[in-house]
């Protein structure tokens, strides 16, 4: 490999809440003495990024002046070429795009077009703590329909539940999760589609969160949610960013893609209403950094790597841990299993497992949050030695202790 994905960064001090936040509080507990912490538990990465955009921010931060700017033609052109190389988008223009603080701050000011606070918004269970946090902050009624497990254990989207809930709760809103967190679906066409001409039918708008869409492990492929048909590309509001892809959570920095020149402009206006929602200079800089052809390889290697971590994670599950299933994912660096019945054979509750975990310098990530309450979310951007040390402790002392 051309880049180094198997170094271990000390991020002790450095700014990371994934590893400086154990032991406070909220976060993972310490580890007991003679154990280190792992992070598992924020969907960031323990990788450097790709040089570039180092490289880039360093190059602009040389320059002594920061003041009032407009997004360089460069920001705009990068994305579009981004999107045309690894999503085969062709129509993508400058005027489509927009910036946002964040992918949630972009759901809500695309909520705030689409609803009236009180208003229920339709999505897919297991859902992001994200998702539900800003809904139910905002006003929003979250209605679930639960995705279910298929006889091979693919997460699948049950359609008549959510044409159900849309009619009985009057739901002119969804949020479309592409690939989802947390399970790692990433949806296939047909499923798009279906999902899209149901929303069609009862003419509800969506928000389809992408930011995971660069992160496809295996042979699996992202679709654009607004790709599948004219009605889509038009009831849509797509978000992305490159925080998730090359770990500039730090910068901040989002965009939407709306092609729906009414609903563009009506985001744009409520996205800008407290004037707030500004770029930073230092972010435009990074994501033109990322977005070069480095960044392209970057990532394949990236995914190279996330797909062996899976690959590993889940068949140590499948072969050593009795009572526990899990999913395997088919996009982004997290997996979701289900402990329910090692936890009903071993007399034991979701909060003593993880705390057993955490015991052990394990720092994963209680389900609850995201609606699996037998559920554990783990993270699996690491070094594979990493990853396989924290497998290990698992199998040691906690699952078969």
């Known amino acids: 490999m051309k880049y180094d994905f198997s170094s271990i960064i000390d991020r002790r001090g450095m700014d990371a809440l994934a590893v400086d936040s154990i032991g406070n509080g909220y976060a993972p507990d310490a580890p007991k003495e003679g154990f280190d912490a792992i992070p598992m538990w924020v ?222 402009d009506r985001v744009v206006r409520q996205a800008g209403t407290t004037h707030y929602n500004h770029m930073n200079v230092l972010s435009m800089h990074a994501l033109i950094g990322a977005y070069k052809d480095e960044g392209h390889e970057w990532v394949d290697e990236l995914c190279e790597t996330l797909t062996k971590n899976a690959e590993y994670a889940c068949d140590f599950i499948d072969k050593n841990f009795k009572g526990v299933s899990v999913a395997r994912p088919q996009g982004t660096y997290m997996i979701f299993p289900d402990c329910a019945e090692w936890l009903k054979e071993h007399n034991k509750t979701l909060d003593e497992l993880v705390k057993m975990g955490w015991d052990v310098g394990v720092a994963w990530q209680n389900g609850r949050t995201h609606g699996g309450d037998k559920h554990i979310r783990i993270n699996l951007a690491l070094p594979f030695s990493r990853v396989k040390e924290a497998f290990d402790r698992l199998d040691k002392y906690v699952f078969n202790a």
């Open 43 to 264: 969907a960031d990465m323990n990788f450097a990024t790709v040089p570039t955009v180092c490289e880039a921010v360093a190059t602009r931060a040389m320059h002594p002046t920061f003041g009032y700017f407009d997004p360089r033609k460069e920001y705009f052109d990068s994305i579009i070429r981004w999107q045309n190389l690894r999503n085969g988008v062709t129509d993508l223009k400058a005027e489509h795009i927009g910036y946002h603080n964040g992918v949630l701050g972009g759901m809500i000011s695309a909520m705030n077009t689409f609803c009236s606070h009180g208003d229920s918004v339709l999505v897919h269970g297991p859902t992001y703590v994200g998702f539900t946090g800003s809904l139910r902050g905002s006003g929003f009624n979250m209605v679930v329909s639960p995705l279910k497990q298929d006889e091979n254990g693919v997460w699948r989207m049950d359609f008549e539940d959510m044409e159900r809930k849309i009619v009985e709760h009057g739901i002119h809103a969804a949020i479309f999760c592409s690939p989802h967190n947390p399970s790692g679906r990433v949806w296939e066409k047909w499923e798009i589609e279906r999902a899209m001409d149901l929303y069609k039918k009862h003419d509800v708008y969506v928000v389809s969160d992408e930011i995971w869409s660069d992160i496809i492990l295996g042979d699996n492929k992202h679709i654009p949610t607004q790709t599948v048909s004219e009605d889509a590309k038009n009831r849509t509001v797509a978000l992305y960013a490159p925080s998730k892809t090359f770990n500039l959570a730090g910068l901040i920095g989002s965009y939407h893609v709306i092609y729906n020149k009414r609903l563009r």
